[in-house]
């Protein structure tokens, strides 16, 4: 194994087990609430991010992210992250934990439709074949939940979309990151200043004891998984990405079943067959795709 692969699959591995966990922590707060605790991990962000870029002494990519358009894009992507947290925060505790993994298994599925309609990639018959048989699942979700299944919707989209931003953002993703939560701290700030002074006055920090370290910890837990994947982004296959990344929800799942012991029937199994089947088709579709790709190049190199 080289040093790339030494490096990057750990990398990958931490991010999408710390991703796969996190309804662990959100359960475990749920007594701070959604917002507030959407406020502190806001808030803590920001010191972590700084420790981050202070570290890789990477000050220019900041000063180029509050440049010209670099700005106005990472300011559409804070929105669009601040409000996945807040849906996936309050999915958890409202015991949508399962709904919420369903987002993050077809996210990868959306983020092909929006290569299509944003970036004019074409996409090939598998490809459709997948998106299809996951459109089916997502039907069948809602019949299981007796409602269109919002939540994974919402999940999918403002993080699909979040990462087309970031897509055209050519700036490193800590610099970025550092943006975004820039951006979002002063009305995270005020809105814990409100809400400490008239809804629960004196509550700055949870019920304190133990509360106080768990809240500073969402600082941490927010940052570290995005940092390790850019470090893994760097050195493995895009395919060794796109096939890692369905740990994340797998954990979530199982978390939901088997810790939160949300229901789980025959129809939600039937959904998620499907779902699994599309991602199954995408992902070898990926695979023998990317082979092809290679094959072809060293076709092509000189003799």
Known sequence: MNAALRLGFPAALGCYLIWGSLPLYIRAMKHVGALELLAHRVIWSVPTAILLIALAANWRDVRAAFKGSNLKW????SVLIGANWAIYIWAVNAGRAMEASLGY???PLVNVLFGML????TLRLAQWIAVGIATT?????AFAFGHVPWVALALCTTFAC???????VV??????FLVEVAFLAPLAALWLVWFATTQVPGRWMGEAGWDIALLIAAGPITAFPLILFALAAKRLKLSTIGMMQYIGPTLQFLIAVFVFKEA??????????FI?????????DSLLGDAKARRLARAAEPA
Request: aromatic share 14%; no cysteine; hydrophobic share 55%.
């Open 171 to 176: 700036i490193d993703s800590r610099a970025g």
């Open 276 to 284: 699994w089947t599309a991602l199954a088709i995408f992902t070898a």
């Open 105 to 107: 298994y077809i996210n």
């Open 74 to 77: 990472l300011a559409v992507s």
């Open 162 to 168: 979040y990462g087309v931003i970031r897509k055209k």
């Open 118 to 121: 944003i970036f004019s990639e």
């Open 137 to 141: 699942g997502v039907v069948i979700m």
């Open 264 to 273: 789980f029937s025959l129809t939600h199994g039937i959904a998620f067959g």
